[in-house]
């Protein structure tokens, strides 16, 4: 067992996941050049380059937009939100694109994506920052919302909701970041 943050959980389980799988990349606000806004993606952008990492414009709607047809196509994108205050200007892309394509699509199209980022109250933010939005995406069909509390919960659900055929709101608390567990060294586990 490794003893790890849940950031350093969640960053192992992106490295993992990239190596494993040449369909995963990471797509969101500062996530390559200034490692993530929380450091979740630190060093990825360095070891696996512009085409894995990829940072964007502030622009929710159109990266989730751009995530949502990577994912029809074959890739599996894992979109991080800054905040999840901001996946709202993005929900048009989450609720109506790719949480209802499968069933859309009478099973023709799966939509194998993460939404991953911060959720909940946070230190130093405005409210605007800090609103908690599992219940509302957990009411929409074809999503599954997932909050991992601990550093083995955060590698192992991360790794299996990228692996998921079907689009994933994974929702991490910015004030359990710097938390330490213990965490299985094997590379597949839940």
């Given amino acids: 067992m490794a003893l790890l943050t849940i950031r350093d959980a969640l960053n192992e389980a992106l490295r993992e996941e990239i190596i494993r799988d040449e369909n995963v990349f990471i797509m969101g606000e500062e996530v390559a050049e200034y490692d993530g806004a929380y450091k979740v993606t630190r060093g990825l952008w360095?070891?696996?380059?512009?085409?894995r990492v990829v940072d964007t414009p502030i622009t929710e709607l159109g990266f989730a937009g751009l995530g949502v047809g990577a994912a029809m196509a074959g890739l599996r994108p894992v979109i991080e939100f800054m905040t999840f205050n901001f996946s709202i200007l993005a929900s048009d892309?989450?609720?109506?694109?790719?949480a209802k394509m499968l069933y859309m699509s009478g099973g023709e199209f799966k939509v194998p994506i993460v939404f991953r980022g911060p959720n909940g109250s946070a230190y130093q933010v405005s409210s605007q920052h800090s609103q908690a939005l599992e219940a509302m995406y957990?009411?929409?069909?074809?999503?599954?919302v997932v909050m991992p509390s601990t550093a083995a919960d955060a590698k192992g659900l991360l790794k299996s909701s990228i692996r998921d055929n079907n689009p994933v709101i994974f929702m991490e608390q910015e004030r359990m970041y710097g938390l330490k567990g213990e965490v299985p060294e094997d590379e597949d586990f839940t």
């Fill in 46 to 51: 360095k070891e696996f380059g512009d085409k």
């Fill in 93 to 98: 892309q989450i609720i109506n694109h790719a």
């Fill in 138 to 144: 957990a009411n929409f069909p074809g999503l599954k």
